[in-house]
């Protein structure tokens, strides 16, 4: 059984920055991909980011490249998101997850995740 546990998010500014980090645990856990989506008020979880069990080549939801930096440390089992040049847009719940695959591309659909956090919540003021 794996375990996800978000933290970091919070009240920013639009133009600001968060850090979002997602401490996992299980076993093999290091071998699994692991991801982000967010869910905004009275809309569907959406992909953000992904990142492979080595590293890699992440994958990013368009609306988030170049501002999103997802990255990962297998020693300490944790997954961050590095939020960048935030809008008001970003305002969601956002979801650690991931699921017993390594590659990245795996967690790219919200339908496929097995494990997800409770979730934390970023809010940008305009």
């Known amino acids: 059984q794996v375990q996800l546990v978000e933290s970091g998010g919070g009240l920013v500014q639009a133009g600001g920055s968060l850090r979002l980090s997602c401490a996992a645990s299980g076993r093999f856990v290091s071998s699994y991909a692991m991801g982000w989506f967010r869910q905004a008020p009275g809309k569907e979880r959406e992909f953000v980011a992904a990142i492979g069990w080595s590293g890699g080549t992440p994958y990013y939801a368009d609306s988030v490249k170049g501002r999103f930096t997802i990255s990962r440390d297998n020693v300490k089992n944790t997954v961050y998101l590095q939020m960048n040049s935030l809008k008001a847009e970003d305002t969601a719940v956002y979801y650690c997850?991931?699921?017993?695959?390594?590659?990245?591309?795996?967690?790219?659909?919200?339908?496929?995740?097995?494990?997800w956090g409770k979730g934390t919540l970023v809010t940008v003021s305009s």
């Open positions: 997850a991931s699921r017993e695959t390594a590659q990245a591309v795996g967690i790219k659909v919200a339908a496929a995740i097995k494990y």
